[in-house]
């Protein structure tokens, strides 16, 4: 995920376009909490503990987020390799198998025309 700064010029950037009829965009704070909850380990429990004891409300989540700031560091704004294996890697769910869902994401990148690293391999 791009810093807080980087998405918020790409915001501004595709507002100024007026290429769109409607534009909303999705709270740079959530989608930071949900990054790190879901990309974290075991490194990420304190701060869920701590969070279970707050009223869950964005101000507590910019709290903790500048008390737990090494942790975005190292799972949200770090580079992975696409074939890294992530903290949930041995929950397993029909139909969302990893080679399914790398498939699904470089589909995605082609149709996009954006620039991602191929997998080894392919």
Do not use: C
Request: hydrophobic content about 40%; aromatic content about 10%; glycine content about 4%.
């Amino acid at each position: 995920m791009a810093d807080e700064d980087v998405v918020n010029e790409r915001i501004k950037a595709l507002r100024e376009l007026h290429a769109y009829t409607e534009f909303s965009t999705y709270n740079i704070l959530d989608a930071k909490v949900q990054a790190l909850l879901s990309l974290g380990d075991r490194d990420v429990s304190n701060l869920v503990f701590e969070a279970s004891l707050t009223s869950l409300d964005r101000g507590s989540w910019r709290r903790l987020l500048r008390k737990y700031g090494d942790l975005l560091n190292k799972y949200v704004y770090s580079w992975k390799p696409l074939n890294a294996e992530l903290p949930w890697s041995h929950i397993k769910i029909p139909g969302a198998e990893e080679e399914n869902l790398k498939s699904l994401l470089m589909k995605y990148v082609d149709e996009v025309h954006i620039s991602f690293p191929q997998m080894p391999g392919k």
